[in-house]
């Protein structure tokens, strides 16, 4: 499965941006979408998820600021990213999970700036 993130972007402390991911490929129907996200010398930590029955979960530093939402029709999975903060700025993955097959997306940059 290949994995074509887009959205990124500059913007204010307090601002909004709307990330994408659209899959392509062999795509089971079964599947979990999420986004990660990576700040510079720190680890890549689980953002949001979703399921393919729309269940979502949220890292507590998102909750009530960031909704995780899926197409299945489109095969594309998007983060609204509200309430912006600094914390915020790092490189945005999409990932891929359905049975042993696990893939990521190439990455966006969201930097918030104070």
């Known amino acids: 499965v290949q994995l074509q993130a887009s959205g990124g972007g500059l913007v204010q402390a307090g601002g909004s941006l709307k990330l994408s991911c659209a899959a392509s490929?062999?795509?089971?129907?079964?599947?979990?979408m999420a986004w990660y996200r990576q700040a510079p010398g720190a680890e890549r930590d689980m953002v949001a998820a979703i399921n393919g029955d729309n269940v979502a979960t949220y890292a507590d530093s998102v909750k009530g600021r960031f909704t995780i939402s899926r197409d299945n029709a489109k095969n594309t999975v998007y983060l609204q990213m509200n309430s912006l903060k600094p914390e915020d700025t790092a490189v945005y993955y999409c990932?891929?999970?359905?049975?042993?097959?696990?893939?990521w997306g190439q990455g966006t940059q969201v930097t918030v700036s104070s």
């Open positions: 990932h891929y999970l359905a049975f042993s097959s696990a893939s």
């Open positions: 490929g062999n795509i089971f129907s079964t599947n979990v």
